[in-house]
């Protein structure tokens, strides 16, 4: 059964507001709904594509409609100025930027920092907090290069710093993060040489702090400091007893991956104490895994790493800095809720209760209060680009009625009993309805397998159920609630739309481990979306497609989509997909990077920023170990053959080989 989101959302609203509060409830509903078609064929407006689209929710303040049905995108949030998403797609085209294309807005990057700053500011305020708050961008996100510079450049004015995990990542920090006193955390497995690069890193100015995550790695660091003569400034990752919740929830614990117990951090001390430098021990860093949806287990891990931390003080530790890590959500599907796909805090309710249970804690034992740290990539890089993807053609089922004999008596038994349950569908017996055609229907197959139904008529049998559940459908939309044995109908009779992307490459998260994006056109939204689909992507694998949309109640099975119009483009949205896509991508079917393209408004409209190629298929295929001119030279020594033994013309060799040529500097997906 699904969780009633509405119902949540407005239990929220009537909650105490409280900004140091916010965990709801899970509650279950035993009624299963259709979508219903709320407006159907009269009077629709761009706000009813707005709640449809839940754009309102998940969108603020980046994403909304015009008055034309078109999406637009307000990269610097509340501050103004605008874009319309149509309008720089076509122009994008215009200059041969073929699609699928990523889109990414550099001013939504500036301004999700800003009010991650901004936000820790006010809490600090409201506290009065003696200490300071320094974010750090986890690498790991998004690694891509100028996405990676851009924050470097906006978290200038912050001191924002990189996180690394691996010793790539350190490489990409070390020589991007130029801004001095900006933290650089050095997380993940370590060898001797990460060890040296992340110390010899001080003599450059910059703030490397090693977090120890294995206790093997205690060892090394002293041994590395020791020859280099340079004192570190070192970290411990704990695992905390308290559990995150969702996909990542065993992100922490005793069976974390990653981290030391309790006994371990003691172990740590000791040595440290014994080589006289306990002084190097400056941080505490915990994570409790990624999208945290609930505001409750945000509060019950700070509570518990503040206690470790003012002990580590009073140990002699040389206490700090205290690193929350990663986990604040992004509201994916605008419910405001702790779904998965949503979260019940907002972003100032999350500093707000970082700040106050570390003062708190701090404040009860007499501690100096550590500068604050979090890594947070989801919560700034995802809002900042959107994925732009054409639809290809779609498929339905035959719901058209079939050729009927004037006579019924000259029809075949089963044929003439649809027909008739076709034509008696109505609001009292929709449900009786669908039971007796899908009884038909199996009569059909059943006679159709003994030899007593011919082809044709097994066409018309399955043409006149098919147009029984449509009917049947359009009065189960209108209904509030429906019975359970007709909550498959919507998926069963949705349309499929064939889009030009893959999704493995561009959202592999969608597959991988069902993560919800919203997904919408961005045009045509003045007009009533009278098609229900769901999207197949280009890959010949049965898993490359999306069957889940987000909705306020639970989890959509299909999205809502216009009918194609012929000789126009029809172009779907989707968003908040700018953590970790890019990197976890894959290349089944050798589908490549997209083109990607990078924009700053301005106050005449906007500036393309940069342009990133998207891959070939002569890059792809040298991915792996093929040589596009071996793979040349292959076919024209087949052509030869082909035309000593007269199978092909030269006319037609040459044609093969100069499309065969063409094709291997083009883009991986299809064109227009």
Known sequence: MGVDRSQLLAETENLETDERSGAIAKHSNNSTRLQRADFPNRNWTIEKSENLYRIGGWGEPYFSINAAGHVTVSPQGDRGGSLDLFELVNALRERNLSLPLLIRFSDILEHRIERLNACFAKAIARYNYAGTYRGVFPVKCNQQKHLVADIVRFGRPYQFGLEAGSKPELMIALAMLDTLGSLLICNGYKDREYMETAMLAQRLGQCPIVVLEQIEELPLAIEVSRSLGIEPMLGVRAKLSARGVGRWGTSSGDRAKFGLTIPEIIEVVDRLRSEGMLGSLQLLHYHIGSQISSISVIKEAIQEASKIYVELAQLGANMKYLDVGGGLGVDYDGSQTNFHASKNYTLQNYANDVIAEVKDACDERNVPVPMLISESGRAVSSHQSVLIFDVLSTSGVPADLPAIASDPEEEHPIIRNLSETYKSISVENYQEAFHDATQFKE????????????????????????????????????????????????????????????????????????????????????????????????????????????????????????????????????FLGGAYQEIMGNLHNLFGDTNAVHIHLTPKGYQIEHVVKGDTMTEVLSYVQYNAEDLVENIRRRSEQALLEKRITLQESQRLLQNYERSLGRYTYLSP
């Open 443 to 574: 009569e059909a197959l059943s006679r159709f397998n003994f030899g007593y139904l011919s082809l044709t008529q097994r066409a018309s049998a399955d043409r006149l159920y098919w147009a029984c559940c449509k009917r049947i459908l359009e009065i189960a939309r209108q209904q509030e609630y429906v019975p359970d044995d007709l909550e498959d109908l919507e998926k069963i009779m949705a349309s499929i739309y064939y889009v030009n992307l893959s999704v493995f490459q561009s959202a592999p998260d969608s597959w991988a481990i069902d993560q919800l994006f919203p997904i919408m056109p961005i045009h045509r939204l003045d007009e009533e979306p009278t098609e229900r689909g769901i999207i197949a992507d280009l890959t010949c694998d049965s898993d490359g497609k999306i069957d889940q949309f987000i909705d306020l109640r639970d989890v959509k099975p299909v999205l809502e989509f216009h009918p194609l119009k012929s000789g126009e483009p029809y172009y779907l949205g989707l």
